[in-house]
Structures are given as structure tokens and as C-alpha cells.
T-cell receptor, first 117, second 112 residues
């Protein structure tokens, strides 16, 4: 079974600085998707970024980028120029893309990010 | 656009009571799922469905039932509520099995 591990329960970063959130996963599959979701205090779950395993190029969305290391099964999220609105819980998630597999999206336990003014 | 709509937003139950959490989506998504979120545990999958008439169990299915009679609706039933079911519940859907999830706004359930 697949697992997703976020080893940092909490992190803090100074406003305007860069922070990297870690995520590792375990799978025997070769085709899958990885996601980062943001959950602000409003409780809403917001998709931040998506990576397809067969694409070597790291995904980027404005100030958010990932470092996808397939061999190491690592999927870290880098937030540049941190803003107060980035304060939230961040979840890493795994989804299989292979046929005839259980379609269960697996989430890590989350990293709470604090932005220091 | 409504997206994924969950009702109610808050609910308090007594132990042993039953209730249904409603989830509806208007995006014609084939895939729907229910998660519970507990402090320090992340999101854990309760049940999911890959299409109308098809449901399957996730990580923590005990004490919950689901059905998928239409593409739009995926209700979650608590048969006999227990304090251990106190949690925040999220319904989520996706267009296909390759798409990101779209989440509802969650239901905070307290069982006393």
C-alpha cells in the first residue's frame, strides 16, 4: 500500500523569505500523480500544485514550485517570497494513475506553516 | 458555480443517534469520496465511488455507509454515532481518476 509522509508537523518562516516543505512517499507504481493542498483557517482545501510522475520537469505555479525526485520518492514544496496569506496547513497527496488499481488518494498528516511578520 | 456542496456545516449528535451527511456536486464528476480530518492524523479516506452504483471502502470505513444512486450525490450515513466519530468530514470529487480533487467546505461533527 502507498504511504505519504510529511516529517515536519510545523514550520515557521519570516515574511518574504523562502521555505521548503518536505514530503516523501512509498509506492511500487511507476505512474502516479502528486499534489500539494493548502488548508487555511477557513478549513477550505485548495489545490496548490500538481505533478505527474512521468514528467521530469518540476511543476511551478507562481511563487510555488516543487522539487520532484522520483528515484528518491521525494516531493517537496518550495514557497518563495512568503506572504502572510500563505499561513495554513499544507497536505501532500498521492494518486495512482495505473489502470486496475484501487483509486484511493492518500494524504500525509500535514505541515502547519506559520508566517512571521 | 456551486462545485461540491456539503450539508450541514455543523452538527451535534448524541451517542447512538444516526444521521446522514449530504454531498452533491454539479460538475458531472465520476469520482466522489469522503474523508475525515482529525488533529495530527491528516485526511483519512472513509469511502469512495468511481461512478454511480459503485462504492468501495477506504482506510476507516467502520461505522459509516454510503450509496451512489446518481452521479451528483454521495451521502455518508452514520448508523449509530460514537464519540470516536467526532471529526471534520470532507466530501471531495474529481472529473476522472487522473484529476485533482475538488473539496466541499467540510462538516464539523461532534458526538457527545
Amino acid at each position: 500500500a502507498q504511504t505519504v509522509t510529511q516529517s515536519q508537523p510545523e514550520m515557521s518562516v519570516q515574511e518574504a523569505e523562502t521555505v521548503t516543505l518536505s514530503c516523501t512517499y512509498d509506492t511500487s507504481e511507476s505512474d502516479y500523480y502528486l499534489f500539494w493542498y493548502k488548508q487555511p483557517p477557513s478549513r477550505q482545501m485548495i489545490l496548490v500544485i500538481r505533478q505527474e510522475a512521468y514528467k521530469q520537469q518540476n511543476a511551478t505555479e507562481n511563487r510555488f514550485s516543487v522539487n520532484f525526485q522520483k528515484a528518491a520518492k521525494s516531493f517537496s514544496l518550495k514557497i518563495s517570497d512568503s506572504q502572510l496569506g500563505d499561513a495554513a496547513m499544507y497536505f501532500c497527496a498521492y494518486r495512482s494513475a495505473e489502470m486496475n488499481r484501487d483509486d484511493k488518494i492518500i494524504f500525509g498528516k500535514g505541515t502547519r506553516l506559520h508566517i512571521l511578520p | 458555480n456551486a462545485g461540491v456542496t456539503q450539508t450541514p456545516k455543523f452538527q451535534v449528535l448524541k451517542t447512538g443517534q444516526s444521521m446522514t451527511l449530504q454531498c452533491a456536486q454539479d460538475m458531472n464528476h465520476e469520482y466522489m469520496s469522503w474523508y475525515r480530518q482529525d488533529p495530527g492524523m491528516g485526511l483519512r479516506l472513509i469511502h469512495y465511488s468511481v461512478g454511480a452504483g459503485i462504492t468501495d471502502q477506504g482506510e476507516v470505513p467502520n461505522g459509516y455507509n454510503v450509496s451512489r444512486s446518481t452521479t451528483e450525490d454521495f451521502p455518508l450515513r452514520l448508523l449509530s454515532a460514537a464519540p470516536s466519530q467526532t471529526s471534520v468530514y470532507f466530501c471531495a470529487s474529481s472529473l476522472t481518476t487522473h484529476s485533482p480533487l475538488h473539496f466541499g467546505n467540510g462538516t464539523r461533527l461532534t458526538v457527545t
